[in-house]
């Protein structure tokens, strides 16, 4: 089991940066592939950014590639997402989420999910 906590969300202008973070509790943090999907109103959940266990390999969408970093930290159980050069149409709903395996893109793979956090970027 793998429990996931995002914090670092907020309200910043177009242009601006913020750092998601998520904290995970469990013995085999080490041992998942981490995600972050968003969801905006109205619209289906998408993929954002993974990471791969050992942190070597990560994916991007499109979109964010160049402007969001994902990196973890496994002796801190936490995995991070740099946010920068933030749009508005980057507003969203963020989550983590975890799978036992490598990463995909689809929401559905992946066992565990955050709460989520929400990031407001004002035009």
């Known amino acids: 089991q793998v429990q996931l906590v995002e914090s670092g969300g907020g309200l910043v202008q177009a242009g601006g940066s913020l750092r998601l973070s998520c904290a995970a509790s469990?013995?085999?943090?080490?041992?998942?592939?981490l995600g972050w999907f968003r969801q905006a109103p109205g619209k289906e959940r998408e993929f954002v950014a993974a990471?791969?266990?050992?942190?070597?390999?990560?994916y991007y969408r499109d979109s964010v590639k160049g402007r969001f970093t994902i990196s973890r930290d496994n002796a801190k159980n936490t995995v991070y997402l740099q946010m920068n050069s933030l749009k508005p149409e980057d507003t969203a709903v963020y989550y983590c989420?975890?799978?036992?395996?490598?990463?995909?893109?689809?929401?559905?793979?992946?066992?565990?999910w955050g709460q989520g956090t929400q990031v407001t970027v004002s035009s």
């Open positions: 990471i791969t266990w050992s942190g070597i390999s990560t």
């Open positions: 989420a975890a799978r036992g395996s490598t990463p995909t893109y689809r929401p559905i793979d992946y066992s565990y």
């Open positions: 469990g013995r085999t943090f080490s041992s998942y592939s």
